[in-house]
């Protein structure tokens, strides 16, 4: 099966794992509520009458929310016309960062995403006064023809999608029911990434945290709301023993899901250094 690949390389996506976490989603979803959708690989590859994608970082839900609002066919037009406004082309550092000084004093979400195409990783990345501080991806990152298609394909899927910003504690979760689904993909709690580190201009995630949405989760189960969860139970030698406490207090399902995270090194000729992603369900 061939997936929709989001027009952002959001950090963390599961874009690469679409396969092995989607076999174990639920048929004949209602509503499908995506509450860390980050970059929305998972959202637009859900099947479902209905989706709901929440997200904390409000950047990234204002640029989907403008995506809609142009429609794609408009959208790609305008990055065109940002692109050759500013002049913006993989060699150009000086270009780049006059171009960032603009999208900090006037906060466009589209300029920001063009901004985000020709930084360093394409990563989101912003200090404590929310300012853009990615450096630039020189020679390498560009709106290049991958990520102009990638958009493309969102005609017609991104206008079905409701998108939201708050933190995963103040979502109503009232809004579902018996047949709704809840994909959670939160910050992993025993990881390097750097949505984890509070650099991107939000606050990290701790254990009070993990233990929070644990609870959400278990008042869905409680309601007979279907729900996975993304997460990580070992990693460098390091055991997330909230995670499988919970699992085993509450007899949920974990599934084993292989991913090779070369970036961070997350995989070592050390047995005991590896991590192992999982997926745990309620069903």
Known sequence: MEYIKAPMNYIGNKYRIMGQIQKWFPK????????????????????????????????????????????????????????????????????????RNHYNATKNPLDLYVLMCFSFNYQFRFNSAHEYNNPFGKDRSSFNE??????????????????????????DYSLMKEGDFLYADPPYLITCGSYNDGKRGFKGWNGDDERALYDILDSLNERRI?????????????????????????????????????????????????????????Y
């Open 226 to 282: 279907k729900f996975a969860l993304s997460n990580v139970s070992h990693h460098k030698g390091a055991i997330n023993n909230i995670l499988l406490d919970w699992k085993k207090e509450r007899k949920y399902h974990m599934h084993r899901i292989n991913f090779n995270y070369n970036n961070c090194n997350y995989h070592t000729k050390n047995s005991n250094n590896v991590t192992q992603e999982v997926l745990v369900t309620n």
């Open 146 to 171: 991958v990520m102009r298609d990638n958009l493309s394909r969102l005609q017609g899927i991104i206008e079905q999608i409701r998108y939201i910003s708050c933190d995963f504690r103040e979502f």
């Open 28 to 99: 004949n979803v209602d509503l499908m509520v995506d509450i860390f959708c980050g970059g929305c690989d998972v959202t637009f590859n859900t099947s479902a009458n209905e989706h709901i994608a929440n997200d904390l970082n409000f950047f990234v839900i204002d640029i989907y929310k403008e995506f809609q609002r142009l429609g794609i066919e408009e959208t790609i037009c305008r990055i065109d016309d940002i692109i050759n406004e500013w002049k913006l082309t993989k060699e150009d550092k000086a270009a780049y960062e006059r171009f």
